[in-house]
């Protein structure tokens, strides 16, 4: 059987992921203005109706709104830093957007609970790593999140119990460089509509049982073993994009 051939994104899909990344690093910030539909047909030498679908779509996203006697401008308000979008921004060297920061809250070594120890592939009780963050957006708490790492890595890579920022990379920039392995392959991702808890709430300054997004990660090496596991709760209105092909 002949190989399946891959065609090139459509037009216009292929400026969306352009300027979607723009506004995913920062470049393109909360209120700025996106390109106008004439602007995009003239910079990319595409139709009108082409441009003006690019724009739709920014908006049916949630990356972008249309403000009277203005124009299209950014938002990313409505938009979630889910697991998948901190790996890759990790390895282009910004994790974050550029109007949110996370805090580190605490950073441990702690006896690993048992959905833990499973996750890592360790023996109830082990030692693991544990560090907690809460992500700030515009200086509002909307994320609270917790990543899990076997403690032998606290010995060779003892920043990973520091209580502040580790630079460039994260806690998956301190482990490839004090291990090599990195993260590769197939990584798993879940979510969950869910309730807060007394510390969500305390954490995201909501109330108990305000309806909130959960989700866990598996991130993995080229091995298939995890090299962190992770959890995070998000405050409700948030969207996590994720795209995906079918073959046809």
């Not at 499973?118 to 609270?144: E, I, M, N």
């Not at 954490?203 to 995890?226: F, S």
Request: glycine share 10%.
């Amino acid at each position: 059987m002949a190989p399946a051939i891959h065609r090139p994104d459509p037009p216009y899909l292929q400026i969306v992921k352009h300027i979607r990344a723009e506004i995913e690093s920062g470049a393109l910030r909360e209120g700025d203005h996106v390109p106008s539909a004439r602007q995009i047909a003239q910079r990319w030498d595409v139709s009108l109706a082409t441009a003006t679908k690019v724009l739709a779509a920014l908006r049916s996203e949630g990356l972008a709104v249309g403000v009277t006697g203005v124009g299209t401008v950014v938002t990313t308000r409505s938009a979630l830093n889910a697991p998948k979008d901190r790996i890759v921004a990790a390895l282009t060297g910004r994790i974050y957007p550029a109007d949110e920061h996370a805090e580190i809250v605490s950073a441990e070594l702690v006896a690993a609970p048992p959905h833990v120890a499973d996750a890592l592939g360790l023996y109830q009780g082990a030692k693991v790593v544990c560090r907690r963050r809460v992500t700030h957006k515009d200086g509002v708490p909307v994320s609270t999140s917790t990543s899990w790492l076997d403690g032998e890595l606290a010995r060779i890579a003892p920043a990973l119990l520091r209580p502040g920022s580790l630079g460039q990379g994260g806690t998956l920039g301190v482990v490839r460089a004090a291990t090599g392995r990195r993260v590769a392959g197939p990584q798993t991702d879940q979510f969950t509509a869910s309730s807060a808890t007394e510390q969500d709430a305390a954490a995201l300054g909501v109330a108990p049982g305000a309806p909130v997004l959960r989700g866990r990660n598996w991130m993995r090496d080229a091995d298939g073993n995890v090299i962190e596991y992770g959890e995070f709760v998000s405050v409700a209105g948030r969207w996590a994009t994720y795209e995906y092909e079918i073959p046809s």
